[in-house]
């Protein structure tokens, strides 16, 4: 009978450092990556109550706003023991409004645990986090949850892992019975069976050294399979499996691990964390395969201020300090927390940081160890932590903390574009201040949040990744600060673009009494690739506009190209060259030279002709068979492209591109013509065209 100690959590974090593990769960919404993590919380002796997000008392979705919906919005961390290993494990969100949290914590995590829905097999949040962690070079695990369900398919899954994902999965355990027969795994490296059943919390289970009689030749052949994969990865291993020598336990475990750090193979595994069976075998995988800060030995980052000279750190505490801001939270309670990977030295409490991407020095008041929203104050962090730093006001998501002496800009993190605005004003004048600054602090949270005024109309807007995403910060806006506020109906993200290629010149020439005011310059337009953004280049020779005036220039082009052209929507994917010009020696200035510009820019895009374009979002459509027909017929007239379909279990699953702008409220419609059987995903993919009747349409529309 194997039972795992529970402790409580000791306080002395002074492990070393390969004791040390930084892991994110990540996973499609609805795979159960936060009852895992509560799972797992609660093996570890840090939780002595098992939290169920139907009942709302999961540690991890601690705010109002996910125990309400049952799903989780931020990304919370929180720090536990395994078999004297620390984990620092940060429970990340699965809808795609929320992306930009699993963004940033993948960007400081060493290792993942990818959780899948053994009915569901690899869904699209599964493709889009899987990208995220390659973007980021994260050794991951997998974990095929759901197993008791109706249509559980552990082999099939697995095989989606590795066609759909381009991953090299290694099979750890072989299942024991499926759906509501399911009762434990078979540990292929140990050839045991783990039988959970007798306890309900899973805390006690059964290791047996008997194979079920109708399994032993399946779990014999997968095991075969297991280490030729093991064996391949390492070149004496390979030998010794060649010559048909036995390659024991510990060998097999060593390789694996360097295997797993080296990104070549992926263990996968099988549970139900819901029914609290096979969640211990994943613990014990995240200690035995997936990095300490040891095994990825240093970090690389740029010199500041130089030609790209790439410097190091070594990831132990008696290196020169190099962290980074990786998440800003508002906390009622201590004020603005940055959550800070600390890759290299340590911090004190009541020191100095140097914020290398603003140059300022910034004092750090306090340091808190977190455990979802709940703190514990220390004294000092070390390099290999994931900490909260209170005391630094100006420090933003993905800036670098460094030592003054010893600086060093470290990969910052890239987020995506908003797809989706609306308007939002106070529902009275006096609180407008009071709206600006709700607003301001949400912004800082999350870099996927923007908010602009449109000074024409004088309206608030703000955009962000999807209607529920803006629902939810409207929300918090209404609960956490007492703000109350009118909302417009969602607006699709639009922007224009450019056709050809066309120059223009801007002249501005304004004689008062006294000094007048004198701009001029010539420049010329080219259209960029889809998602190239824009792009200013200084091509001028021999001083015809002063150097002082170029950036003068340049933010009259980038005030004309947020205000727009064709319908007042932010250009982009627009090269502009700034060629030629003259100056007055006395009348030329920054602002004459900023409406020059200006000038300049409006002109020259009129004659390259204008386009306007619409964001297109990637569709998954989960229907019943029957059903399939007329979803595509819906899909079709909402001027989408259905990329191809296929059937799993007893659903058909349709993947489709459309814009936007034609699925408002298609949740409502896909229940409705599905009887309140469909479901669908979807994300932002990229920006087409809008054809010319739909936009002749809204110019008539005002």
């Known amino acids: 009978m194997a039972q795992q100690q529970r402790h409580i959590i000791t ?76 984990i620092n494990i940060i429970d990340t ?27 569901e097999g690899v869904q699209s949040q599964s493709e889009t986090v899987w990208r995220q962690a390659d973007k980021y070079k994260v050794p991951r695990i997998c974990f095929i949850n759901k197993m008791d369900k109706l249509g559980a398919d552990f082999f099939a899954t697995s095989k989606e892992i590795e066609e759909r994902l381009g991953a090299n999965p290694v099979i750890m355990v072989y299942p024991i019975g499926k759906e509501d027969e399911f009762e434990g795994v078979i540990d292929l490296l140990t050839m045991k069976s783990l039988i ?85 075998p994943v613990l014990d995988a995240m200690v035995d395969y997936l990095p300490s800060p040891v095994d990825l030995k240093e970090v690389k980052g740029v010199k500041p201020h130089s030609e790209g000279e790439v410097v190091t750190r070594q990831l132990t505490p008696d290196e020169h300090m190099a962290a980074l801001a990786f998440k800003i939270q508002l906390d009622p309670h201590v004020g603005k927390i940055t959550y800070t ?61 460094a030592d003054e002496d010893h600086p060093i800009l470290l990969e910052q993190i890239t987020f995506p574009e908003p797809v989706i605005s609306l308007a939002i004003e106070p529902k009275t004048k006096a609180d407008q201040e009071k709206l600006s600054y709700a607003l301001q602090r949400l912004s800082d949270e999350d870099p996927t949040f923007q908010v602009k005024v449109n000074h024409e109309t004088n309206q608030t807007i703000m955009s962000g990744m999807g209607e529920l995403h803006l629902e939810i910060l409207v929300d918090r806006m209404k609960r956490e600060m007492g703000m109350d506020a ?40 080219d259209p960029l690739g889809r998602g190239e953004g824009f792009k200013f280049v200084n091509a001028i020779k021999g001083g015809a506009i002063p150097s002082e005036f170029i950036p003068s220039v340049e933010k009259g082009v980038k005030q004309a190209l947020d205000k727009g052209i064709l319908l007042g929507f932010p250009m982009t994917d627009i090269q502009v060259t700034l060629y030629d010009g003259s100056y007055h020696d006395v009348d030329s200035s920054d602002i004459a030279f900023q409406i020059a510009g200006s000038m300049a820019l409006q002109s020259a895009v009129k004659k390259a002709g204008l386009l306007l374009l619409e964001p297109i979002m990637r569709l998954e459509i989960t229907v019943p068979d029957e ?68 936009v002749s349409a809204m110019q008539n529309n005002g």
């Open 93 to 119: 969100p699965g809808h795609v409004d929320f992306t930009a949290e699993v963004e940033r914590s993948l960007r400081v995590l060493d290792g993942g645990v990818v959780i899948f829905d053994a009915e």
């Open 341 to 401: 990977r600390i890759y290299s030295g340590t911090i004190k409490s009541g020191s100095y940081v140097f914020n290398v991407n603003s140059g300022k020095r910034e004092r750090v008041s306090r340091i808190l160890l977190m455990h979802a929203n709940q703190r514990e104050e220390i004294d000092t962090a070390f390099a290999g932590e994931i900490v909260a730093l209170v005391g630094p006001k100006d420090t933003k998501t993905g800036d670098t903390i």
């Open 486 to 525: 009118n909302v417009g109906k969602p607006q699709v993200a639009y922007k224009e673009t450019i056709k050809d290629h066309a120059d223009a010149e801007g002249k501005y020439i304004k004689q008062t009494g006294g000094h007048g005011q004198y701009g001029h310059c010539l420049m010329k337009v």
């Open 196 to 280: 959970w059943g007798k306890d309900e919390t899973g805390i006690e289970y059964d290791v047996k050294d008997k194979i079920p009689d109708n399994l032993k030749d399946l779990a014999r052949d997968q095991r075969a399979q297991m280490v030729e994969k093991i064996a391949e990865t390492d070149d004496a291993l390979l030998e010794k499996y060649l010559n048909g020598e036995e390659i024991s336990v510990e060998e097999l475990k060593k390789a694996l691990r360097k295997a797993v750090i080296g990104y070549k193979l992926i263990p996968v595994y099988a549970g139900t964390s819901l029914r609290n069976k096979g969640v211990q």
């Open 627 to 694: 059903y399939m027909g007329t979803a595509i017929g819906d899909i079709s007239s909402r001027r989408g492209k259905v990329q191809g379909t296929e059937k799993r279990n007893r659903v058909s699953i349709i993947k489709a591109f459309a814009p936007l702008a034609e699925l408002s409220g298609y949740a409502t419609i896909l229940r409705s013509l599905t009887e309140g059987r469909g479901v669908f995903y979807m994300e932002p993919s990229h920006y087409e065209i809008v054809p010319v009747n739909i």
């Open 11 to 86: 306080r002395d974090r002074n492990v070393p450092l390969d004791k040390i593990r930084n892991v994110g769960i990540i996973a499609h919404i609805d795979s159960g990556k936060t009852t895992t993590t509560e799972r797992i919380l609660f093996y570890t002796g840090s939780s002595y109550k098992l939290g169920d997000i139907d009942e709302g008392d999961t540690q991890m979705d601690w705010m109002d706003q996910e125990r309400e919906r049952g799903i989780t919005i931020v990304s919370a961390a929180t720090t536990t023991f395994w078999k004297d290993v620390r």
